[in-house]
């Protein structure tokens, strides 16, 4: 019996991971030599968030993350600034810090006891004079520092590359929505405590979902939905997601928003009536007298900042974590506006553990499909046949507008696009890059 085709002929065949037309090669998810790959070409030349700037509220704060699966500690400095350096003793290769967060000077290494400043530099070795025979240079032994920090909006981003455009140039033209996204009157402060669950799926599923996905709205959410309607006002019932008045935005930079368009429909999304008053009023007052009448079109509901930066109403933040080609952490925190009323800011933090906490509602529908699709890479022909990302497709050769009305995969078709250039390494300089 012939065998059917084959996606490609080696998983090192770059040029074959994606066409251009909406085909998909399944082994982005799960082939080690491209996770190896992706460490180095996207994660290593993007901006990765690190952390929002309340959870390092003083001097000599820091929390410890990591950059997809290099560990980081994170600190505030005596003057204010934020800085981050790789959390590994360049001894013996062990964490230099192995709590969360807190509060401390100095970070000692348990293993041999060699001691690190909030910035990261080498401070002092023990016995040093006694066992090496020449004094250590304290520059080239120094933990590695993150080239690259900038902060936006209260979102601490940070990049390998010393040679990367400004945030906001990486941002592009979906630098407007960012803004819109997280932008708060008197701004954004993260609820104590970072939300952590582990996934056996590839950290590309939710990036594409977030980016683009209304479409599995109405089928996967159904039970969901019917769990959450007594928590929306009286007379308000979940049409079908399709015939809401959901546009999506998407660049070619890789980053991709769903949003309402409409006031009228924004009970639906916004359940409980406190934070629906909020977000229609005094929030959407603030970005109206900021960034124009057009905010008033723009209620943000699920997004994906390229690669790996992600948000959901009314106030999430999370971010993907890449642990393995199969195997991935979300990290998500909830974002309370900072001039809320306090029961506003409680309805808000109640809303998230409901939603789209480690237990919500809506998190377990989209957990549950990942790992499904996950598991079943784990066959020969289930890895051997192409996806279907072409939903809403446009002739050849035509350009793809920014915006467009849901459903439609225009948006993970630049995720994927983006992806596979900065996998082939041949992005493109400044802007684009």
Not at 226 to 232: C, G
Not at 355 to 377: C, K, M, N, P, Y
Not at 382 to 399: I, K, M, S, W, Y
Request: hydrophobic residues 35%.
């Amino acid at each position: 019996m012939e065998s059917p085709p084959s996606t490609s002929e080696s998983p090192l065949e770059l040029d074959a991971l994606w066409q251009e037309h909406g085909e998909l090669d399944p082994r982005v998810y799960d082939d080690p030599s491209i996770h190896a790959l992706e460490q180095e070409h996207v994660f290593g030349r993007s901006w990765l968030l690190l952390t929002h700037e309340s959870c390092l509220s003083e001097p000599g704060r820091y929390v410890t993350t990591t950059m997809a699966e290099d560990p980081v500690v994170v600190t505030r400095d005596a003057d204010g600034s934020i800085h981050a350096f790789l959390n590994q003793c360049r001894h013996r290769g062990v964490p230099i810090c192995r709590h969360e967060a807190g509060r401390a000077r100095s970070f000692t290494c348990s293993y041999h006891g060699w001691t690190y400043d909030g910035r990261g530099r080498l401070l002092t070795v023990p016995d040093e004079a006694q066992l090496f025979r020449c004094p250590l240079d304290r520059d080239t032994w120094s933990a590695i520092p993150v080239p690259r920090i900038e902060t936006r909006h209260g979102l601490v981003f940070g990049s390998w590359d010393p040679q990367m455009p400004s945030l906001e140039e990486w941002l592009g033209d979906a630098r407007w929505y960012f803004d819109l996204a997280f932008d708060r009157p008197g701004g954004t402060e993260a609820v104590p405590g970072v939300s952590r669950r582990r996934l056996a799926a590839n950290w590309k599923f939710g990036a594409e979902q977030f980016t683009s996905d209304d479409y599995h709205f109405s089928f996967t959410h159904v039970s969901g939905n019917t769990a959450m309607q007594s928590q929306r006002p009286e007379g308000v019932e979940v049409p079908n997601a399709l015939k809401l008045p959901i546009s999506l935005m998407h660049t070619e930079q890789g980053h991709g928003m769903g949003f309402l368009s409409s006031i009228d429909h924004t009970p639906v999304v916004f359940g409980d009536p406190r934070i629906h008053q909020w977000v229609t009023g005094p929030r959407l007052e603030y970005l109206i007298s900021k960034y124009g009448k057009r905010a008033r079109e723009v209620f943000p509901i699920h997004m994906n900042f390229f690669p790996n930066t992600a948000g959901l109403w009314p106030c999430e933040l999370r971010v993907w974590q890449p642990r393995g080609p199969g195997q991935m952490e979300v990290w998500s925190w909830a974002l309370i506006d900072r001039a809320a009323p306090s029961e506003v800011k409680d309805a808000l933090r109640v809303d998230f553990q409901r939603t789209f906490g480690a237990s919500g509602v809506f998190e377990i529908d989209d957990s549950h499909h990942w790992r499904e699709a996950q598991r079943l890479l784990g066959g020969w022909q289930t890895r051997r046949h192409r996806f279907n990302v072409q939903l809403d497709g446009r002739a050849e050769g035509l350009p793809e507008p920014e915006l467009t009305a849901a459903p439609s995969e225009r948006g993970a078709r630049h995720f994927h696009r983006r992806w596979t250039q900065m996998i082939q390494a041949k992005q493109a300089q400044g802007g684009a890059r």
